[in-house]
Nanobody, 121 residues
C-alpha cells in the first residue's frame, strides 16, 4: 500500500506565498510522475503542476510564472512553491503520484487526502 501525506496548506492574503509538501511512503519500487491537482468549490479538479523523475515539469497556464514544482527523489517528496497567490487559487490541493510498487507491476496513480488553500478576496 502507498500513502501520500500532504502538508503546508492554509490561509494567506492575496500576494502572499505558501509551500505545499507531499511525501510518498509504503510499497514503492519507482515513482514516475508526481504532481498536484486542485479543486475549487463547484468546479472540476484540474492539473496544477507535475514533475517527472528526470525533472521535466508541466504547469497549468493559470499558474505559470507564479508556482514552482520541485522534487526530492531520495525522499519521495514533491513540493509546490506558490507565490503571488490570488483569490482564484483558493481550492483543495491534491498530491498525486504515478508509481510502480514492484518491478513487474503496472504503474498506478495514488492520491493524497487534500490540503485546503484559501486566499481571501
Amino acid at each position: 500500500q502507498v500513502r501520500l501525506v500532504e502538508s503546508g496548506g492554509g490561509l494567506v492574503q492575496a500576494g502572499g506565498s505558501l509551500r505545499l509538501s507531499c511525501a510518498a511512503s509504503g510499497r514503492i519500487f519507482s515513482i514516475n510522475v508526481m504532481g498536484w491537482h486542485r479543486q475549487a468549490p463547484g468546479k472540476q479538479r484540474e492539473l496544477v503542476a507535475s514533475i517527472t523523475g528526470a525533472g521535466n515539469t508541466n504547469y497549468a497556464d493559470s499558474v505559470k510564472g507564479r508556482f514552482t514544482i520541485s522534487r526530492d527523489n531520495a525522499k519521495n517528496t514533491v513540493y509546490l512553491q506558490m507565490n503571488s497567490l490570488k483569490p482564484e487559487d483558493t481550492a483543495v490541493y491534491y498530491c498525486y503520484s504515478l508509481l510502480r510498487s514492484g518491478w513487474s507491476e503496472p504503474e498506478h496513480v495514488n492520491w493524497g487526502q487534500g490540503t485546503q488553500v484559501t486566499v481571501p478576496s
